[in-house]
Structures are given as structure tokens and as C-alpha cells.
């Protein structure tokens, strides 16, 4: 009887381990994606720009953008020992990085509810793309070819710019508090993002998890 109970533990052995084996490595990838995400966005909340002398070095604690409860919140020390040039350039990543992940935002509720009619590459309809995370395996090489040239032709060329018709003439009071809304805004919508991203990765890994149907729970009228 021991001979017995010792075999079948050493037979069950192998594949009990492998089993445990792909559930961490599952987590772990899990895990490090979203740590790897959070990280790559932690200098969202670096402080806002306003005039500053060339030669005020971490002089941006009165920055606009620093506001409460957070206060002039900067962990990674991106701007220690940092010139008013390369501020700016850390500032407009992050107007860029607010704008990209409010339409990132925007794009998660519309799939879910309307698709174009056209085809995002040969054979392929975007109805028959899948929403979210799961449109990575699904889209083939020439439509992310697509995507990566028209949005790298616009950041590159400036095909978009700036644009001067219909622009309203604000008062420097007023124009401030627009620029702050926007660096709230651009902030609020990189978390969305990454908490959008972080439910829909582990929806793929444990499929119904949360018990629900549908992505976004909090605005049932879109599937009516």
C-alpha cells in the first residue's frame, strides 16, 4: 500500500507543478506589467510650467499643477538639477501623455458600444476585432503598420499644430485655470487608463472574475 501511495504521488507530482508553475508565472506577468505601467506614468504628476529664471534650478515647488491634497508631488526626482529647458520638454510629454490617455479613454467606451465599417486591414472588419486588450493579438502587421505611421507622421510633422482659428482671447487669469483643468484632466485620465488596462489584462487571465457582463458597468444606458 505504500509502494502504491508513493507512486501515484510521484506521478501527480510533475503536473501538479506545472500547474502551479503557470498560474504564478500568470500573476507574476501580471504584476509586472502593472508595475511597469505605473512607474512609466509616475512623472504625470510632476508640477505644471509658468516663466522661471534659467537659473532657478528646483524652483518649481510654486509650480501650476501643484495643487492639494498632493501638493508639489515629484518621488522619482525628475526634476532635480534640471534646467528650465528640459522642464518644458517634461511638461509637454505630459500634456501629450493626458491628451493620448483621455482618447484612450474615450476609445474604451465607444467600442463598446459602435464600430466602424471598414476593414483595418484586408479581410479584416473592425466589428470582428475584440475590445481592448485582446485587439493586440487579434490586429495583424499591416494594421498596426497603420497606426504607428499616422500617429508617428502627426507627432513628428505637427500635422495637427496649433491652432489659431477659433481660438478664443482669454485673460491670463482665465487662460491659467483652463491650463491647470487640462493638467487635471490629462492626469485623471492616465489613472483611468491604467485601471482600464489593469481590469481588462486580468479579465484575461481569470475570465469573469469581477461577475460581470459588460466593461463599463457604471453607464448601463450605452447598451440599451
Not at 10 to 27: C, D, E, S, V
Request: charged residues 20%; proline residues 5%; aromatic residues 12%.
Amino acid at each position: 500500500t505504500k509502494f502504491r501511495l508513493f507512486s501515484l504521488h510521484t506521478a501527480l507530482q510533475p503536473n501538479t507543478q506545472h500547474i502551479f508553475h503557470t498560474h504564478a508565472l500568470r500573476k507574476f506577468t501580471m504584476k509586472l506589467a502593472i508595475a511597469t505601467t505605473l512607474a512609466a506614468s509616475a512623472a504625470a504628476f510632476a508640477p505644471a510650467t509658468k516663466t522661471i529664471s534659467k537659473t532657478a534650478l528646483n524652483s518649481y515647488e510654486n509650480e501650476l499643477g501643484v495643487i492639494e491634497p498632493t501638493g508639489f508631488w515629484d518621488p522619482f526626482g525628475l526634476s532635480s538639477d534640471i534646467d528650465q529647458d528640459t522642464f518644458d520638454q517634461y511638461r509637454t510629454a505630459e500634456l501629450k501623455h493626458g491628451r493620448v490617455a483621455q482618447l484612450a479613454v474615450i476609445g474604451y467606451v465607444v467600442q463598446e458600444v459602435y464600430r466602424f465599417d471598414f476593414d483595418i486591414a484586408p479581410g479584416i472588419p473592425c466589428a470582428e476585432v475584440p475590445n481592448g486588450i485582446a485587439a493586440i493579438d487579434a490586429i495583424p502587421t499591416l494594421g498596426w503598420a497603420q497606426m504607428i505611421f499616422f500617429i508617428g507622421a502627426v507627432d513628428y510633422w505637427g500635422f495637427l499644430g496649433d491652432f489659431d482659428n477659433g481660438k478664443p482671447k482669454l485673460g491670463e487669469a482665465t487662460l491659467e485655470k483652463l491650463k491647470l483643468q487640462e493638467l487635471q484632466h490629462g492626469r485623471l485620465a492616465m489613472l483611468a487608463t491604467l485601471e482600464l488596462f489593469r481590469h481588462d489584462s486580468q479579465n484575461l487571465v481569470q475570465p469573469g472574475f469581477d461577475g460581470m457582463d459588460k466593461l463599463i458597468t457604471g453607464l448601463p444606458f450605452l447598451y440599451n
